[in-house]
């Protein structure tokens, strides 16, 4: 019995040797002085959007993290394995964060990256995001966001918004500027937008609109409660 017992500790630890999880870190500059619009392509991770006052160039932090990768599997991984790219065409900026393979799995190992940018506050965005929570803020341009899973925040937006979101919570605030979604499964909270707000097509969950100064259009509202106030504009339901 003793041994049984020995035997169960051993494989608990090496099992969880299998699961620890390692990180590196990978950093990506450019020049953005001559620079109108970014293009972000991103999959499974975290991802954090900033817009800086003054700054004049791009920064790109990645965290990768590995589950059941070992210190030099992983920065092969990151090597080799991951597209990790902040390139410059004409007056655009492409950031894309890719596996090449298209698998997260490999045997028994996961990786993902977390990302934090850095961008000079007045950019145009266009935000392909995967899978994990993404917050977008404090950006003076039109921004236009394709979310998967997982949580989004937007706020501080001086611009254009356009939101297309999957699955997850979404919360847009403090917009100056007409703000568009089409959601997918999760709450939806917009407040305070200077501007004008447009629903076109809600899946499952809540939606709380809130202090708009112009005119509020809510389509396809789906599944969920739907609550509306402080509308300077009219307000126009489609159910």
Not at 39 to 44: A, P
Not at 187 to 207: A, H
Not at 208 to 230: E, F, H, M, P, W
């Amino acid at each position: 019995m003793k041994l049984f017992f020995t035997v169960l500790i051993t494989l608990f630890f090496m099992s969880g040797s299998l699961l620890a999880q390692e990180e590196i870190e990978r950093n990506l500059q450019l020049d953005a002085s001559n620079i109108e619009y970014m293009k972000i392509d991103v999959g499974s991770g975290s991802l954090h959007v900033k817009g800086v006052e003054g700054l004049d160039e791009i920064r790109v932090k990645g965290l990768i993290y590995g589950k059941g990768l070992e210190g030099d599997e992983l920065v092969d991984f990151a090597d080799n394995r991951l597209i990790f790219t902040l390139k410059q065409r004409g007056k655009n900026a492409i950031l894309k964060v890719e596996n090449k393979s298209k698998w997260r799995w490999f045997g028994s190992g996961y990786v993902s990256v977390d990302l934090e940018v850095q961008v000079p506050k007045q950019m145009d965005m266009d935000i392909d995001d995967g899978s994990g929570s993404a917050i977008v803020e404090d950006i003076k341009g039109d921004v236009e966001i394709d979310d998967g899973s997982g949580s989004l925040m937007v706020q501080g937006i001086e611009g254009k918004l356009r939101v297309d979101d999957g699955s997850g919570s979404l919360k847009i605030e403090d917009i100056v500027g007409v703000v568009e979604v089409d959601d997918g499964s999760g709450s939806l909270s917009i407040r305070n937008v200077d501007g004008s707000v447009e629903i076109e097509d809600d899946g499952s969950g809540s939606i709380t609109i809130d202090t708009v100064s112009k005119d509020v259009y809510v389509g396809d509202a789906g599944s969920g409660s739907v609550t509306i106030r402080n509308v300077s504009g009219t307000v126009t339901r489609h159910d």
